[in-house]
């Protein structure tokens, strides 16, 4: 059995990056996710970013202590987490 890693596990189809404009979008109903704006360098492959783009933007529920499952706040598409106090920041999180 070859192993598993975690990177052939990513979910690169996630969010669709439209970089002239700078937004990262969902990749099923293309709802304005992110903005390169908040996106910040991070240790996983993972885009990280701060803070979603629109308020609506996303809908999450507490799926543990300090994380939320985070989905699509339109279609439900499931984008990761939020890790609370995981950003560049003290206080911020990461998507
Ligand atoms: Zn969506």
Redesign the pocket.
Known sequence: MPSRKPADHLPVCMYVYFGSQGIYT?S??S?ELFSSKSKFSHSTPWPAFTEPIHEDSISKYLERSGAFKVS?G??G?SLGHEFINDGPKKGQSRF
Request: hydrophobic share 0%; glycine share 0%.
């Open positions: 969902c099923k109903c709802y699509c339109r279609c598409n």
